[in-house]
């Protein structure tokens, strides 16, 4: 089947969109999994291959570097190819690339294998809440564009439970090599699902684009939806970057969206999900029951993230955005000082420990880890839309790199000035949020344009 000829029902279809959410949200499960496995891998590689602070740094931030690539340079192919195409790509990527770190003989090698993943990523993390906002109907965008960092969730806890599972045998290659499975789902998934009427507004498919309408939403919606698309294309033309950097109009809302993505990696989310074992290793727990606990933790932000994604839409994004911040600050600042007064010695402090980490987990998972995808491509006009969700795509793994490959050094140097840090960052991302974000819940994209520019 050709993939400008597919097939839509003309008239509102729920079963077939929530195959194309579904479908577009599978993104995330991969950019979870292989973000999460290192985490009990990373136990067992780093005795085979007898791996220092620095190397296993390297391991684990050498994703991030090969993200910071993928993310970048997705913009322009986006614009010309679509989302649908893109992620089609990436799935096709993501096999060949969890299967030569899985076979990875040495740590350089493996540090490859994983900046090659870190670029499929990185192509992923934007065109996932790009494609779910841009097909999603307005009254439920904040809910479907949840579904990323709930598939993010879902990837991250599948990875736990299978690093659990093998971990009886220290079978690390597996636990990285299993990623090709939902590679494969994804790859040949979007193959039939349709592409973002919006970028098919931009291709002038005007008549493809009201049928991906008609699939979310009642005829009249996608009547209405069709001449809002319609009216903001032809008054938008294509910028640079640059021009939208220096562009007093757009800068409150450039400034907004970099905000977002690098307050997100700044909170610490990502020292839980890439070290979390090691942390509760730490705290006085055998490497078997840390992984169990990981697992615990990845339950609790599925259902968290699920949450959000039910009441986003009725509450708002600011309010979470700003309730999460605070909780995770006071979650920080409890596991700081567990550690600074030695309290994981002892089993009271062992339980304080994991409590604030459940309680951190919980916090971002019901605020800044779906909200941020959510908010990025709302806040985006539609002509600059994917280039500078790319770059500031960008600017969050180039924070997630920095917190990710210092982090393994700070344990050992004493990790409650890491964690004073992040509850820093925290109560700097609740101002931020109260002072430098604006609400875009029940708004089309095209609404919140108007109000941008």
Known sequence: MGTDTLTYFPTRSRSRARIAYLFGALGGILFGYDSGVIAGALLFIRKDMVLSAQLQGMVVGGLLLGAMVGAFGTGRFAERFGPRKMLIAAGSMFIVTSILSALAPNPLSLIVARVLIGITIGVSTVQVPLYLAEISPKHTRGGLSSLNQLAIATGILISYVVCYLLSAHGQWRWMLGLAAVPS??????????????????????????????????????????????????????????????????????????????????????????????????????????????????????????????????????????????????????????????????????????????????????????????????????????????????????????????????????????????????????????????????????????????
């Open 184 to 453: 494969i789902f994804l790859t040949i998934g979007m193959i039939f699902q349709p592409d973002s009427p919006r970028w098919l507004v931009r291709q002038g498919r005007v008549q493809e684009a009201r049928r991906v309408l008609e699939i979310t939403n009642t005829p009249e919606d996608a009547a209405e939806a069709l001449r809002e698309i319609e009216g903001t294309n032809k008054v938008g033309s294509k910028v640079r970057l640059v021009d939208v950097l220096k562009s007093r109009a757009l800068r409150p809302t450039v400034i907004a969206v970099f905000g977002l993505a690098v307050l997100q990696q700044a909170l610490g989310i990502n020292t839980i999900v890439y070290y979390a074992p090691t942390i509760l290793r730490a705290a006085g727990f055998g490497e078997s029951t840390a992984l169990l606990n990981s697992v615990g933790l990845g339950v609790l932000s599925i259902i968290m993230t699920i949450f959000a994604a039910r009441v986003v839409d009725r509450i708002g994004r600011r309010p979470l955005l700003i309730g999460g911040s605070v909780v995770m600050g006071l979650s920080m600042a409890t596991l700081g000082c567990v550690f600074h007064f030695g309290g994981p010695a002892t089993a009271m402090g062992s339980v304080v420990a994991v409590g604030a980490l459940a309680v951190f987990k919980a916090a971002f998972s019901f605020s800044w880890g779906p909200l941020v995808w959510v908010m990025m491509p709302e806040l985006l006009p539609m002509r600059i839309r994917a280039r500078t969700m790319s770059a500031a795509a960008f600017s969050m793994f180039v924070m997630n790199f920095i917190v990710a490959s210092t982090f393994p050094v700070l344990l050992e140097m004493g990790v409650e000035s890491a964690f004073g840090t992040f509850s820093v960052c925290c109560f700097g991302a609740t101002l931020f949020a109260i002072y430098c974000l604006r609400e875009t819940a029940g708004l089309s994209l095209e609404e919140i344009e108007k109000g941008a520019c």
